[in-house]
């Protein structure tokens, strides 16, 4: 201990003042300049003309919130000791305690890149169709930066890391083979986050199952089925089924077939597609498709109408549905137009009288 304090009596005496001064300066600098460069920054944030300048100073803004004191504090003090005589010992332990805080701070600033670059590209949507992909690509993500970081710094210190690696494969392999189903769903839930076959709030049919997607998470999907439970599936085997998404649908296609009596008159059999397509058309959100006679029945004239409704909630649709059709009741009624509906008559058969018998 002795020894150790002369040879920082010794440090500190052998340097001049000069040096003592710079040290100082630079360090002042390095750790009181960052505020004044974050303000400077959100200064021209508020007033930047074009919206990719805008993404880039958002980015530079966002790496600045997230370096840490302690990380400016060891960088002005590693630079400001360039200017004094150290002795190598003392230098090289400073060195590695620099290298754990700055790798430790890369690693930060690589989740912020992530995180900004997933908000760039899918910031958009991420609002409407929940975090629900964008939280599973910033998991893989995190973990592949943190992955690279610890990696180089190993390397930086001096450790070998192809064993590692190469360790670290042949157990990442044993460890995949007795994981395989979570490793599945896990990429089934990257290809969800990236394909988007379907996000939370949409209408899933697939099999017997059908339900609105409340949560997709890094295992498992869950709906509300319209029961009112909760369905809980792997991502693999959702995957792997044949999925009908009704919330990528912008309209729904609306069939209309009516049936009339044989003794209608002809003038309103051919008046029948024009009242259909009356009803259809005074209908707000509607598209009107065709309407014609399409065939006679065995008991009945049948019509068929086809048309969309503009939106894809169930509920909107219904209510236009059940307008057109009190319409068309109404419309029949007023021009004496009779639905028909099956019926059977009563037949009179006379059997001829038996012979008579001797």
Do not use: C
Request: glycine share 8%.
């Amino acid at each position: 201990m002795k020894e150790l304090l002369e040879q920082g009596s010794q440090i500190f005496l052998g340097n001049e003042l000069r040096d003592w001064a710079i040290t100082a300066a630079l360090f002042v600098i390095f750790v009181f300049a960052f505020p004044l460069l974050r303000s400077a920054l959100h200064s021209r944030l508020e007033k930047a003309p074009a919206r990719h300048a805008m993404a880039v100073l958002e980015v530079a803004i966002a790496l600045f919130d997230r370096t840490k004191r302690l990380f400016l504090i060891a960088l002005a003090a590693w630079l400001s000791l360039r200017w004094l005589k150290i002795p190598p010992e003392i230098d090289r332990k400073l060195g590695i305690g620099l290298q754990v805080i700055a790798w430790f701070q890369f690693g930060l600033w690589g989740m912020t890149l992530v995180s900004q670059l997933l908000h760039s590209r899918l910031g958009g949507d991420a609002a409407a169709e929940g975090a629900a992909s964008l939280n599973i690509l910033r998991f893989v993500g995190f973990m592949l930066v943190w992955t690279i970081v610890l990696l180089m710094l190993l390397a930086n210190l001096g450790v070998e890391i192809m064993p590692l690696v190469a360790g670290l494969g042949i157990g990442g392999i044993a460890i995949a083979l007795a994981v395989q189903n979570v490793l599945g769903d896990l990429l089934a839930s990257l290809s969800i986050a990236l394909d988007k076959p379907f996000k939370v709030g949409d209408f899933l049919v697939t099999g017997e199952e059908r339900g609105r997607v409340e949560h997709i998470g890094i295992k498992s999907t869950r709906l509300r089925s319209t029961t009112g439970e909760q369905i809980i599936m792997s991502n693999g085997d959702l995957l792997k089924s044949r999925l009908r998404n009704y919330g990528h649908r912008a309209e729904r296609r609306a069939e209309l077939t009516i049936r009339i009596v044989y003794e209608t008159p002809r003038a309103l059999i051919a008046a029948v597609p024009g009242i259909i397509e009356a009803a259809v058309r005074s209908q707000e959100k509607t598209r009107f498709e065709r309407a014609h006679f399409a065939r006679y029945g065995d008991w009945a004239l049948v019509f068929e109408g086809v048309y969309f409704v503009l939106d894809s909630e169930l509920k909107v649709f219904m209510d236009v549905q059940q307008a057109v059709n009190l319409q068309l009741m109404d419309e029949f009624a007023r021009r004496e137009i009779q639905f028909a509906y099956p019926t059977s008559r009563a037949v009179s058969v006379t059997l001829p009288a038996p012979p008579a018998t001797a």
